[in-house]
Structures are given as structure tokens and as C-alpha cells.
């Protein structure tokens, strides 16, 4: 039996597209137990991922995308067996919420996210969803993961974006025993997961929220930006315009 389990959580871009080969090999070299990957899609590129990931042993899937669809979506890939825990709390935006139980030796349960942007409306009752969600939560050791599109003002951003709404959200889960893995391990260290395009500021946008009876576990949560392999040229965005987030547990 290993000594951890370790999770990869990564907004691959887009389903992956012609990078969708190169996204494969850098999953395979982070040696995954479990990966929970936003931006999925049920494109052709991204159906491809799934049958590579199976083969390399993640073969227990679940996934929000629709066949033939360019929306984005999420999928769960486990060396596990997973089922799917429906809860009422849960959010109910399409494609963007997939919560499971993950059948390890220590079974756990992971919230997929992808957090709408503000300016799509929806963003609000996404981030009050989770929030009760958490707040209800008895279903044992869990954590919730992904794209947020949110963060803390001044500490999660170069420049002013995030609003009190966002920042109320990720100050509660905390309140709540939900602690973010990254804080809870690196305390106020800088760290960015996406750059804006044109000023090229930096945001910390994906995070992971671990439960009280899960935190005992938490051993380790980095920031790594996806490479090629042997690559060395400083552009940060080679394979997706998001760092992944690897968080290890011990078994």
C-alpha cells in the first residue's frame, strides 16, 4: 500500500486541443492517484485523455461532459473506484459541479469545481451553494477542489480584482474547518495559478479546501506549471494558461 495519496487538480484549457498529448505525459509524470481536471470537454481530444488516463491507471471515471460537446466541463479520474454522492446543497450549475466518493483504502470525497466568472450572473449562488454545501457537510473526510475564479484581496492577486463577496467565501469555509491547503501549509506565501493576458498580473484562482476530519492527512500542496518534457523556456503557459495544484495525503 503507498504511504499517500496524491491528487492533481489542473484547468487543462479549452478540453486540451493539440496539446491534449504533451497534458497526457505530464499527468503520467506527476504520478496521480486521483486528478480532477476543469475546462474537460466531450471533444475528441479530450475523450482521448480519458482512455490515456484509464490506461495508465485511472481507469475509475466520472465525468459532466457531454458527448460531442465543446463545453466545458469536468472529469474525476481515480486509481479507485468512485461513486457519485448527489447532495441537495450542491450547485446546480450545469457541467461545472461533480461531487464523488472516492472508494481508496481510506475512502474520502472530492467537490469538483469550476466557478463561473462574475461577469456571467452566476457566480453569486455557485459560491453560496458550496458554502452551505460545506456548511451541512457530514459525509466524512472531504475536500473540494478547483477552478474558483476567486481569492483574497491583496493576498491571491497582483492588482485589485477580487470583490468582499469572494474573499467573504474563502474567509468562511475557513471559519467553517474547511482550510485551504495551500495556506494551511504555506501561510501567506505569494503564489499565482493564472496571468491575465494583457498586464500580465498574477492570480491565485485554483485552491483546494480540505475538511476538519480530513486535515490530519494533508502532507503537502504545491503550485507547478505544466512543461514538455526537458522544456526550458520560462513561458509558464506551454500546456495550459492554469499551474496545477498537487496536493498529497497520507494513506
Do not use: C
Not at 478540453?15 to 504533451?22: A, C, F, M, N
Not at 461531487?99 to 462574475?118: C, E, S, V
Not at 468562511?172 to 494583457?198: I, K, M, V
Not at 485552491?207 to 522544456?231: C, D, H, S
Amino acid at each position: 500500500m503507498p504511504d499517500h495519496v496524491r491528487l492533481v487538480a489542473w484547468n487543462i484549457r479549452a478540453g486540451g486541443g493539440r496539446r491534449i498529448e504533451l497534458i497526457a505525459d505530464q499527468l503520467r509524470r506527476w504520478q496521480p492517484d486521483v486528478v480532477a481536471l476543469s475546462e474537460f470537454r466531450g471533444t475528441p481530444a479530450s475523450a482521448w485523455l480519458a482512455e490515456e488516463l484509464a490506461a495508465r491507471g485511472l481507469p475509475h471515471q466520472r465525468t459532466t461532459a457531454e458527448s460531442a460537446s465543446a463545453v466545458n466541463s469536468l472529469l474525476v479520474a481515480s486509481r479507485w473506484p468512485i461513486r457519485t454522492r448527489p447532495n441537495a446543497a450542491a450547485p446546480t450549475e450545469p457541467n461545472r459541479w461533480l461531487l464523488a466518493g472516492i472508494q481508496a483504502p481510506t475512502p474520502f470525497a472530492i467537490g469538483a469545481m469550476h466557478i463561473p466568472n462574475r461577469v456571467t450572473g452566476r457566480k453569486g449562488d455557485y459560491l453560496a451553494s458550496v458554502l452551505e454545501l460545506t456548511r451541512r457537510w457530514r459525509g466524512g473526510p472531504a475536500l473540494i477542489v478547483g477552478d474558483t475564479n476567486s481569492g483574497r484581496i491583496d493576498l491571491d492577486e497582483e492588482v485589485p480584482t477580487f470583490d468582499r463577496r469572494e474573499d467573504r467565501w474563502m474567509r468562511s469555509l475557513d471559519a467553517g474547518g474547511w482550510a485551504d491547503a495551500f495556506r494551511a501549509l504555506h501561510g501567506e506565501r505569494r503564489a499565482y495559478t493564472w496571468y491575465s493576458p494583457n498586464g500580465r498580473n498574477g492570480f491565485r484562482l485554483d485552491e483546494a479546501f480540505i475538511n476538519r476530519a480530513l486535515q490530519p492527512r494533508l502532507r503537502a500542496a504545491r503550485y507547478v506549471w505544466g512543461k514538455p518534457q526537458g522544456e526550458r523556456t520560462p513561458r509558464r503557459e506551454v500546456l495550459s494558461d492554469h499551474a496545477a495544484l498537487i496536493v498529497d495525503f497520507d494513506a
